[in-house]
Nanobody, 122 residues
Framework: DVQLVESGGDLVQPGGSLRLSCAAV???????MGWFRQAPGKEREAVAT???????YYAESVKGRFTVSRDNAKKTTYLQMNNLKSEDTAMYYC?????????????????WGQGTQVTVSS
């Protein structure tokens, strides 16, 4: 199985930036990697995904502010988050699947990290 370890979450002020990292510790042969987030009382939702061919998906709420990337040699995906807003506050989870075509539903992914907390507050 693929083991994912994410990091980079922190407390930041509105308008600030963070970069999340997620390393595939046990296996790098995944086709799609991505990021979901979940706030208390809400469903876990897709934020951004990226395929091995670098095609990317972004939730409408983060387009223009977030950028997802991956370094296959390092078996790592990144989520650069700029101009953070209070509504971005959530636990962010890294995910992965073997399929090259990405999915925007949580049921489409097999492997998950433990999560890293992002809090945007003044």
């Amino acid at each position: 199985d693929v083991q994912l370890v994410e990091s980079g979450g922190d407390l930041v002020q509105p308008g600030g930036s963070l970069r999340l990292s997620c390393a595939a510790v046990t296996y790098n042969g995944v086709g799609c990697m991505g990021w979901f987030r979940q706030a208390p009382g809400k469903e876990r939702e897709a934020v951004a995904t990226i395929s091995v061919d670098d095609s990317a998906y972004y939730a409408e709420s983060v387009k223009g502010r977030f950028t997802v990337s991956r370094d296959n040699a390092k078996k790592t995906t990144y989520l650069q988050m700029n101009n953070l807003k209070s509504e971005d506050t959530a636990m962010y989870y890294c995910t992965a699947r073997y399929e090259i075509v990405c999915s925007s539903t949580k049921s489409g992914y097999k492997f998950w990290g433990q999560g890293t907390q992002v809090t945007v507050s003044s």
